[in-house]
Nanobody, 126 residues
């Protein structure tokens, strides 16, 4: 059974930084693309960033491009999201997700992911 556990969220002032982590367990981590999504109060869940199985290819939502960086450590079964220059509009619950099928590239579509963490709250004050 795949389990994903996010950590690293918190309260930060605008302009600050946070680093989210997602610890994966239950199956071999390295063959699967991973993604970060977020959901703000009253809004639908939206794509943030995705990375391919090897970590060599990444893709970002326009709203975070240049500020956020997704990475992974396959030896540690861990996914990361470095968030810099945070804005109040980045406030949301952040979820990591693991793609259903192995050896596929990253995807911005939530329906490509079968496994989800419970989320970690990020709050950015102005």
């Amino acid at each position: 059974q795949v389990q994903l556990v996010e950590s690293g969220g918190g309260l930060v002032q605008a302009g600050g930084s946070l680093r989210l982590s997602c610890a994966a367990s239950g199956r071999t981590f390295s063959p699967y693309a991973m993604g970060w999504f977020r959901q703000a109060p009253g809004k639908e869940r939206e794509f943030v960033a995705t990375v391919n199985p090897s970590g060599s290819s990444t893709y970002y939502a326009d709203s975070v491009k240049g500020r956020f960086a997704i990475s992974r450590d396959n030896a540690k079964n861990t996914l990361y999201l470095q968030m810099n220059s945070l804005k109040p509009e980045d406030t949301a619950v952040y979820y990591c997700a693991e793609r259903a099928k192995p050896y596929y590239g990253g995807s911005p579509y939530s329906y490509d992911y079968d496994y989800w963490g419970h989320g970690t709250q990020v709050t950015v004050s102005s």
